[in-house]
């Protein structure tokens, strides 16, 4: 039987530009162009490989996200995946981590799955809960944060350097797994990829399709708020000096004064 | 006065610093009741009562080192359970997070990750967080079921704060899913004798300009002189030269001590990402247009070979 991969993929505002928050104190998504998380990239190159491996297997790509988040799509299916889920819905402008994980879940149990796989954390909201809460709203194993992952005979292994021990762990299928960047540079795609994945399906649904009440996503239904978001003041600008043979010498003195020597 | 939960982290009974910062947090919300599990949890009680636990709920079974996260969240749980805390606290580590994210779920609440600082509001406790690379600070709550929040290390300080801190047992029975993801193999890591990267007061990190494993120990000396902790960009792990483990950034550790150090490092903004925070920030670089210059109290424009050995030698002279 076909092994069913689903990978979870966000649509980011790009790290490097100017981020901002819009008036309702969500993310602004218009000043700053969008991708797809450079580290959601790894769990679709772990699923590449995984179904290379397997001898029958299908990979979805699944975005809950607003309209352009289709672009984070189009490149997931370039590197290789073979169809795409877009869960895309007014309603959802705001939803938080337990909201998103709820629309996740729902839609992860509407395409079919024996494996999901979640990148390490969003390079926006960096909360790294995702595949967690995730797990736990599926009630299957989360096998997390794997730096070397492999799926045989309906198990999947991998290991997990954590702060005080790397481990190996094991779970059998249906689970949730989460790669991190240590896992394996992400191949780009190629020009073949990229032509071939304009004609790939890309299915969309909205909250209705999954059943969803307006009112459980969304600011309305978050289960958190924010109240504020202040700008950093700017660093007051440093001392800085060429080094002329004195440079470490300045900065000891630099450092007495500090009272960190 | 209402109770709140703090998750102990600790091994083999060590308490580890940022459980205590946690306490001093926790005050300030109500009267913190700590839970400790697994393999020495009833060691940990002595430190946890003098910085101000009330109580300490215990509880230790070969689960928890057997199987992934989901044992910790069935014991977590229980403890909600038993106590109807006003806000359930967990160490921002990577399990901390996700043991609390699942918490969360089970019980209906929100939940906020890595918080730097927290009060307590007229509408419950208010969490501040430091995004997008530390450009913004934001205050957040949670506004459905009872807050879980993680903290992150060196939010707050160490204090004293003797209370109570009567052991009493935790019943829990595990869940279907306690051993869903089993543990086959554990390999501790080796202790460098140096202090825990998130948990350091000083930190000297040294990126691609190190030039190669076998320059590090000049970074080294100069983190030994200070007492710090090691750092390194992606740039030098990704190159072999130093262990993920001690990775600054945003894919790596967060840290955000008194005083950061950062040699042969260009300021990325994943790597700000992992340092910004820091109270006094020092760079060595001998590029005069490198971005981490605009984060720095203090920079040498220089380079590193010459520089890091001479403020070492200083350090040291200076010590006496
Ligand atoms: C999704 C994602 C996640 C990432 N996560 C992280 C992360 O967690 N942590 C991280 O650090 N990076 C991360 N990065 C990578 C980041 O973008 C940078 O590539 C990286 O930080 C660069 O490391 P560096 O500063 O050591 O190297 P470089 O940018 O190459 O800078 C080296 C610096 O050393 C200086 N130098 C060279 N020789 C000397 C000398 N002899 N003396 C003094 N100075 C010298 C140079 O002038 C230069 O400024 C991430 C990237 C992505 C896309
Ligand atoms: N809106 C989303 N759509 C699809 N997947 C997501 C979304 N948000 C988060 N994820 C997945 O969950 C992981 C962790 O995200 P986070 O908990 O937000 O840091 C990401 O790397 C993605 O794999």
Redesign the interface.
Known sequence: MSLRIVVCVKYVPD??GD?H?AED?TVDRDDVDGLLSE?DEYAVEQALQIADEADDAEITVLTVGPEDAKDALRKALSMGADKAVHVEDDDLHGT???GT?LVLAKAVEKTGYDLVICG??S??G????L???L???L???????L?EVSVEDGVV?GR?????????????LP?VVSV???SGEARYPSFKGIMAAKKKPVTSWDLEDLEIEADEVGLEG???????????PA?TA??????E????????A???E?K?? | MAEVLVYVDH?DGAVRKPTLELLTLARRIGEPVAVALGNGAADTAATLAEHGAAKVLTHDAPEYADY???PK?DALQAAYKAVSPAAVLVPS???G??I???L???ID??????AIDLESGDEGP?ATQ????????????????TPVITVKPNAAAVEAAPAAGAVEALEVSFSE?AT??????????ESTGRPELTEAA?VVSGGRGVGGAENFPIVEALADS?GAAVGASRAAVDAGWYP??NQVG??GKSVSP??YIATGISGA??HR?GM?TSK???A?NKD?EAPI???????????LF??????????EA??G
């Not at chain 2, 089993?182 to 501790?188: D, E, G, Q, S």
């Not at chain 2, 210059?293 to 380079?303: A, C, K, N, P």
């Open positions: 790290a490097t981020r928050f104190l580290l938080d981590a337990l994980s390490m954390a390079t926006d960096t909360m790294g809960v595949p967690a809460l797990a736990e709203r009630g299957v194993p989360q096998v997390t944060l730096s292994k997990r350097d954590g702060d005080t021990a790397s481990e190996q762990l094991e779970a059998s689970a991190t960047d240590q978050a289960w958190t708020a924010v109240d504020g978001a202040t700008e950093r660093r440093g001392t800085i000096v060429k080094d043979g004195e440079g470490g010498k300045q900065l000891a630099f450092l007495a500090r960190f020597v | 091994v992934l996260v989901v969240v580590s990577a399990e997070k996700e609390a994210a699942r969360a779920v089970r609440s929100g939940i906020i990750t890595d208010v430091s995004v997008f690379a530390a450009a913004f600070t934001t205050k957040s709550r949670v506004s459905k079921g899913q869903g993801t089993k543990v086959t193999a554990r390999t501790p890591r000083i200070l993920h483990t945003q894919t008194q005083l903004i994943q990402a910004q006094t920030i020092v060595i005069a210059f605009d984060l720095v109290d203090y920079g040498v424009v220089g380079d010459e520089v890091v050995p001479q403020l070492t030698e200083e350090i200076r010590k």
